[in-house]
């Protein structure tokens, strides 16, 4: 079945600079590479999402990139702000199967 | 509209005695997914449910752990003989379908038992 491995797993930045967490998965099959953002107590939202055909797609300071020969998928985040502070998960999925989620990473933004 | 919701919102227990924890998704969204979040874990996939499909249940921990899906809607996840190491937040999501990949995240059930 499908692995997700996920890199780092805690961060830190100086607010303004950039954030780059990796995730790499091994079922060449999966097309669907959601990130989703969890803050302290709460429940995980969808920041952005990428699917097989597509290898950037761009929301403001938020950007994932997918390189399928190499079965990986990033998330970059510029001008880190304070209340960017949280948990990040990265998952794979294959089409009407279930999602197979990354470990997390602990982004930090220090003021 | 309403989002996904959970009850209860929390549940202490005694080791041993069986819980039932409960799925609202959003209304018309036909796949339903169970997750299991150890303290400070990812998420662990439980199961799947896709319309009138058979569940994919090959997330559930052991045998003590069972999840119905009445009338396509409410799910309920049962626990039987509660352990300690089942102490997690159980989080429950809804998406509109196999075609609709955007899951949508209740609130969770802090579960401890003790």
């Known amino acids: ?111 | 509209g309403a989002g996904v919701s959970q009850s209860p919102s929390n549940k202490v227990t005694e080791k041993g005695k069986d819980v039932e924890l409960r799925c609202d998704p959003i209304s018309g969204h036909t796949a339903l997914y169970w997750y299991r979040q150890s303290l400070g874990q990812g998420l662990e996939f439980l199961i799947y449910f896709q319309g009138n499909s058979a569940p994919d249940k090959s997330g559930l921990p052991s045998d003590r752990f069972s999840a119905e899906r009445t009338g396509g809607s409410v799910s309920t996840l049962t626990i039987q003989r509660t352990q300690q190491e089942d102490s997690a937040v159980y989080l429950c999501a809804s998406s509109s379908g196999p075609a609709s990949e955007t899951q949508y995240f209740g609130p969770g059930t802090r579960l401890l038992v003790l």
């Open chain 1, 1 to 111: 079945g499908e692995n997700v491995e996920q890199h780092p797993s805690t961060l830190s930045v100086q607010e303004g600079d950039s954030a780059v967490i990796k995730c790499t998965y091994s079922d060449s099959a999966s097309n669907y590479f959601p990130w989703y953002k969890q803050e302290l107590g709460k429940r995980p939202q969808l920041i952005i999402d990428i699917r097989s055909n597509v290898g950037e797609k761009k929301d403001q300071r938020i950007a994932v990139t997918l390189n399928k020969t190499a079965k990986h998928f990033s998330l970059h985040i510029t001008e880190t702000q304070p209340e960017d502070s949280a948990v990040y998960f990265c998952a794979a999925r294959l089409y009407g199967q279930n999602f197979v989620f990354g470990p997390g990473t602990r982004l930090s933004v220090l003021p």
